[in-house]
T-cell receptor, first 115, second 108 residues
Framework: NAGVMQNPRHLVRRRGQEARLRCSPM?????VYWYRQLPEEGLKFMVY????????ESGMPKERFSAEFPKEGPSILRIQQVVRGDSAAYFC?????????????FGDGTRLSIL | RKEVEQDPGPFNVPEGATVAFNCTYS??????FFWYRQDCRKEPKLLMS???SGNEDGRFTAQLNRASQYISLLIRDSKLSDSATYLC?????????FGTGTSLTVIP
């Protein structure tokens, strides 16, 4: 499967635990975006990364959330000390070129549930 | 004001009907535009890019009006498989802004 791969598909955490969401972009894509989708709402931009660089993190909450896209391996979205309000679907997308020049292709998403 | 606004619907149309969705965006500096579809609890999938001159892909036609800052999607000869939520997406700078989507149900 050459598409965007996200794992896990479903993640359950208790309040206060950490959640790690992984995203491997499509082959040949070096631009990664993370979005959050709450039930009955649209996708909200969180962060845009290229390899080893955060390009735009204006959509990320100021605390508890971080993202990286290392030289090797998948992009990671990390949520520390999760709270009930973090329950959502988290989608990763990748593109071949710079934001705007190329459309994005999405992974299946990670459904995060906080108990 | 939201970056992208769409009528949430729902639109319930019979098979074979023609249906049109509109979307407005607030930032005149927006650079590129797309329509995605999202099936229930699945990932968004690119339907088509939207070009200034308008573009067509089979039964789907997209239009962009920069002066009025709106985008439209026309679906002709609706099929049952067209039932989904249609997302208007606008790129401004580094960010892609998604509308909340318009729900379409095609009825047999």
């Amino acid at each position: 499967n050459a598409g965007v791969m996200q794992n896990p598909r479903h993640l359950v955490r208790r309040r206060g635990q950490e959640a790690r969401l992984r995203c491997s972009p499509m082959k040949g894509h070096s631009h990664v975006y993370w979005y959050r989708q709450l039930p009955e709402e649209g996708l909200k931009f969180m962060v845009y990364l290229q390899k080893e660089n955060i390009i735009d993190e204006s959509g990320m909450p100021k605390e508890r959330f971080s993202a990286e896209f290392p030289k090797e391996g998948p992009s990671i979205l990390r949520i520390q000390q999760v709270v009930r309000g973090d329950s959502a679907a988290y989608f990763c997308a990748s593109s071949e070129g710079q934001a705007g020049n190329q459309p994005q292709h999405f992974g299946d998403g990670t459904r995060l549930s906080i108990l | 004001r939201k970056e992208v606004e769409q009528d949430p619907g729902p639109f319930n149309v019979p098979e074979g009907a023609t249906v049109a969705f509109n979307c407005t965006y607030s930032n005149s500096a927006s650079q590129s535009f797309f329509w995605y579809r999202q099936d229930c609890r699945k990932e968004p999938k690119l339907l088509m890019s939207v070009y200034s001159s308008g573009n067509e892909d089979g039964r789907f036609t997209a239009q962009l009006n920069r002066a009025s800052q709106y985008i439209s999607l026309l679906i002709r000869d609706s099929k049952l498989s067209d039932s989904a939520t249609y997302l208007c997406v606008v790129n401004t700078g580094n960010q892609f802004y998604f509308g909340t989507g318009t729900s379409l149900t095609v009825i047999p």
